[in-house]
């Protein structure tokens, strides 16, 4: 299979390019240490079509196909990973009531989410259950014209700002997806900060308490709600990570690049040193395989092949460890200046670690992976 771009893919990467390094790359430190992301530029999201590109235009989105999108997920990912991880968690909350509300459920949150007038977030993992989303404790009970909800959410990125939650709950003995919206009696959120990494994504801890939200909000229960509804949106998130580490260790190959010409020690530029040669050639060699992976991944969801959740798995556990590999040796190769206030590669790091732990961690994909292929 060939993995080439076509000349409209290059066009938009570049247009991708210069969106991260005009409106992303120069706030993302403040962001990181705000532990916020800017309104504007959840605005701009918006505006430019660009929090969930992939739904049709009438419901927000540009239509941009599979393969673009994760071009565009990799510069997000160069940029700040906060917003990557923005554009994927509006992504799975959109797909998610497009392809299982029905058609009066996604008219009305669906445009929301697209042009950014919401936010939206999505509420799986509990206090006690993470990797085992499947057996969460939170409950759903038919109540007259509404279903009351009990429980709690944690984690939930951008659970500050949402106004529409797509929350999982046990609805006689069987999972069900509802949505939540923000003033729902009996829902509160409060913030949660001091992440090691992706201190922007604005992660909120959520209570429900006897919330009772009109039986219309039912998105979909029954037993395969968790392997459709849930599953169908953390693969939707897993190729977004893949590649937004893809644009990490992009990044921090850059940075290390430059860092490698300019600064001199013993006489000669870093990058004269073979030991620094090593490790760059080591973050070099690692950055274009994972991209590689992102890309047979890309090709095989744009085909709807039947191995394209295996790769996308593939995809995500080598390009976040790569991350982690090549902002670590970024933060190395930079010496006191990549633990400083002043590169990107310190929040790349603490970001990196991250991306190994949402959309399942890299344990869990382990197990994934060899039960797919074993
Ligand atoms: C920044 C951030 C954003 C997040 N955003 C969201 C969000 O928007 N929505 C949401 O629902 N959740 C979100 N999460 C939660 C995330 O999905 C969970 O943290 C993740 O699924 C892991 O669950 P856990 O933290 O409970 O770890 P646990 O499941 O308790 O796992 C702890 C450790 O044990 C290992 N482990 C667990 N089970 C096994 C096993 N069977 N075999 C081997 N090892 C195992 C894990 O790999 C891990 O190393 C977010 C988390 C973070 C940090």
């Known amino acids: 299979m060939q993995y080439a771009l076509t000349g409209q893919q290059r066009e938009d990467q570049a247009a991708f390019a210069r969106f991260a390094d005009d409106h992303l790359l120069p706030h993302a430190n403040q962001w990181d240490r705000d532990q916020a992301l800017s309104d504007d530029i959840v605005a701009l999201l918006g505006k430019s079509r660009l929090l969930v590109p992939t739904l049709p235009t ?17 510069e997000l990912g160069r940029g700040c990973g906060n917003i990557r991880n923005l554009v994927a968690v509006q992504g799975m ?24 007038e919401s936010v939206g977030a999505f509420a799986l993992t ?14 759903a009970e ?20 949402a106004e529409i939650f ?45 919330c009772a939200v009109p039986a219309a909000n039912l998105i979909s229960h029954g037993r395969l709600t968790f392997d459709l509804v849930a599953t169908g949106s953390l693969d939707y998130g897993r190729f977004s990570t893949a590649y937004g580490s893809v644009g990490l260790a992009q990044g921090c190959l850059t940075a290390s690049l430059e860092y490698a010409r300019e600064r001199t020690q013993f006489g000669v530029p870093l990058g004269e040193h073979q030991l620094v040669r090593g ?25 709807n092949h039947r191995d394209a959740i295996r790769q996308t798995l593939i995809a995500k556990y080598f390009a976040s460890r790569a991350g982690f590999q090549a902002a670590s040796d970024a933060v190395q190769l930079h010496g006191a200046n990549g633990v400083g206030p002043d590169f990107p590669v310190q929040r790349h790091l603490r970001d990196a670690k991250i991306q190994e732990i949402i959309e399942g961690t890299t344990q869990i994909q382990q197990l994934q992976i060899a039960d797919l292929t074993l």
């Open 142 to 161: 038919r109540v007259g014209e509404t279903f009351v909800l009990n429980g709690r959410k944690k984690w939930i990125s951008f659970g500050q700002r």
């Open 93 to 116: 909350v959109a797909h998610a009531l497009l392809k299982w509300g029905t058609k009066e459920q996604s008219d009305r949150w669906v445009p929301r989410i697209g042009t950014g």
């Open 58 to 74: 009438e419901a927000g989105g540009q239509g941009m196909d599979t393969e673009t999108y994760g071009l565009l997920s990799e």
């Open 279 to 303: 490790l760059l050639t080591d973050m070099t060699a690692s950055v274009e395989a994972a991209r590689l992976l992102c890309r047979q991944a890309g090709a095989l969801r744009a085909a």
């Open 126 to 139: 509990e206090p006690e259950t993470g990797s085992d989303a499947r057996n969460g404790s939170m409950t």
């Open 166 to 210: 797509l929350v999982f709950a046990r609805l006689d003995g069987d999972p069900a997806a509802f949505v939540v919206e923000r003033g729902t009696e009996g829902f509160t959120t409060e913030p949660i900060s001091g992440l090691l990494g992706l201190r922007a994504s604005e992660l909120a801890e959520l209570s429900f308490d006897d």
